[in-house]
Structures are given as structure tokens and as C-alpha cells.
């Protein structure tokens, strides 16, 4: 499942049946660079440039670890698939009054339940991690697909907003998503 490469960070290895969340590392550059310089996925983020270029992929993980966040490669048997990252509270500007989500999984692996999956790990360890009893995520009003992800999980919308995308050159209707602690630990106890 995990790259030998990527044992070395084991400790810090999140593990699901099919999947592992390993810290972001230089190595992973490459193969992130080439699911996420598609258009369908780009244009999905808040913060990615279009078009993208190697250069921008490979200065965001020359910044790796990040005091203000929690960056995973999300790894399937022969790889990186994508990213999933959780913004701590306090973070950000203005600061985040819990921590929020962010992730994005490479478009050919669309449809097999592994955004479920490793999204699902992010917020265990989200909630494991740190004392909010909320967790947040933002999804542009246009990305139903994502927006399933997250109530499969159960966050609910709480409301609409506007995030600014750098690969869309506007600002974009969002929707504020949460997650209770509470629901999170009652799913949990039923074997979500």
C-alpha cells in the first residue's frame, strides 16, 4: 500500500483499509503535479494557480511542515492520489474558530469511495488531535460531488459564503460545511 519511501514517516502514517495519510514530502511532488494539473480538479480549490505549473507544486512542499496546518499525501497502492490537509484553529485571516478541511483526490481516481475514505481518517484525526467541538470545511456551490463526500460523513451546510479561487480569477459561492463532535462520535459508535 505505502511506497517505501514513505515508511521513514511511519509514526505519523494515518492507515485505512485501503489507504495511508503520510506527512506531505518533496518526494510527492511529481505525482501531485500531474493529478492535480487538470482543470476539473484546479478549479475545485481555493488556492491553486492556473495554470499550474511544476514551480508552484514544488514551492508549497519546499514549505512543508506548516505551523498553520496538518498536510497528509494521500497514498493509494501505487502512490499519491491527493491531498487532504486540516487548517488549524487560530489559523488564517481572519483566525478560523475551528479547524477546517481541505483535500482534493486526483480525478482518475474518482468513484471508488477513497475521498470518503481518507476524508473520513482526516477527521478522526482531526477530532483525536485537536479539543474543537466543531470541524469545518468550504466547498464551492458548483462541487456536488464533494459536498456528498462531506454528508456521508455527516456535516451538515450551515450557511453560504464566498472563498476566492486563484484558478477561477473570482470569487465563488460557497457553502459552509460542519461537523459536530457529538455526531461524529455517536456515528462512530454506531460502526459508521
Known sequence: MMAMSDQADAAAVIRTPRLALAPLAMRHAAPLFALLNDWDVARMLSEVPWPLRYEDVAEFLA??????????????????????????????????????????????????????????????????TYPA???????????AASRRLLEKLGFEAMGPGSSDSRSRGCAVETVDMQLARTKWAASLAAGR
Not at 498536510?71 to 479547524?99: Q, Y
Not at 467541538?133 to 462541487?143: C, L, P, Q, S, T
Open 63 to 128: 514549505k512543508q511542515p506548516s505551523a498553520s496546518t496538518d498536510d497528509f499525501a494521500v497514498l493509494g497502492e501505487s502512490g499519491p492520489i491527493g491531498v487532504a490537509t486540516v487548517k488549524k484553529a487560530g489559523s488564517g485571516e481572519p483566525p478560523r474558530k475551528m479547524p477546517r478541511l481541505g483535500y482534493w483526490i486526483g480525478q482518475r481516481f474518482w468513484g471508488r469511495g477513497l475521498g470518503t475514505e481518507a476524508i473520513g481518517a482526516l477527521v478522526d484525526y482531526a477530532f483525536r
Open 133 to 143: 467541538e466543531r470541524i469545518g470545511a468550504g466547498v464551492f456551490h458548483d462541487n
